[in-house]
């Protein structure tokens, strides 16, 4: 989720404060989830997000999921919303070296915490660019085998957000 900025009177940003916790002692959960991504971390490409997306989105912040995830827990199994994380190939790394775990060992423990947590289904974000690619490929030949015919066959552009 990310952290809007806000100037104090010396021109500092200040990340806004998110909403406090129901009084317990914050577990490891609730402790990364204090963590920050700026507006101003983004390359403002403008390619990764529609309006559409960002409504979606914002309806999946921090304090739902953990509202969803403690009604699962107290509800009976045949109410449980269905919830899914995903993970993105550059997140297991850091984890790997910030906890001295090889990769393959960080991939298990964070897929094992998130499933503690209450997360049904964790994915591996990897498995949509590898579609992305064989998308691409099947477009790319198809449009190989009829460059003679259409003009506008090439070129062909394709990318993913930085």
């Given at each position: 989720e ?8 010396d021109?500092a ?7 406090p ?6 577990s490891?959960?609730?402790r990364l989830a204090d ?6 971390d983004c390359?403002?490409?403008g390619?990764c997000v529609?309006s559409e997306?960002?409504a ?12 969803v995830l403690s009604?699962?827990k107290?509800?009976d199994a ?9 993970v993105?190939p ?5 984890f790997?070296v ?5 990769v393959?060992e960080?991939a ?6 998130l499933?503690?947590?209450?997360v049904?289904?964790v994915f ?8 992305s690619?064989l998308e ?6 198809q449009?190989?085998?009829r460059?003679t015919?259409?003009e506008?066959a090439?070129?062909m ?6």
């Amino acid at each position: 989720e990310c952290s809007k900025k806000k100037k104090n009177a010396d021109n500092a940003e200040l990340s806004e404060p998110l909403p406090p916790g129901d009084g317990h002692e914050k577990s490891e959960f609730h402790r990364l989830a204090d963590a920050r991504i700026f507006l101003s971390d983004c390359l403002a490409c403008g390619n990764c997000v529609t309006s559409e997306e960002g409504a979606k989105i914002f309806a999946q912040n921090q304090k739902e999921l953990f509202k969803v995830l403690s009604l699962n827990k107290k509800c009976d199994a045949a109410f449980h919303r269905l919830v899914v994380a995903s993970v993105s190939p550059q997140s297991v790394p850091y984890f790997a070296v910030k906890f001295q775990l090889s990769v393959c060992e960080a991939a298990r423990k964070l897929c094992g915490f998130l499933k503690s947590l209450g997360v049904h289904h964790v994915f591996d974000s990897t498995i949509a660019a590898d579609f992305s690619i064989l998308e691409t490929q099947r477009d790319f030949i198809q449009r190989f085998r009829r460059q003679t015919q259409d003009e506008h066959a090439f070129p062909m552009f394709a990318s993913t957000c930085p």
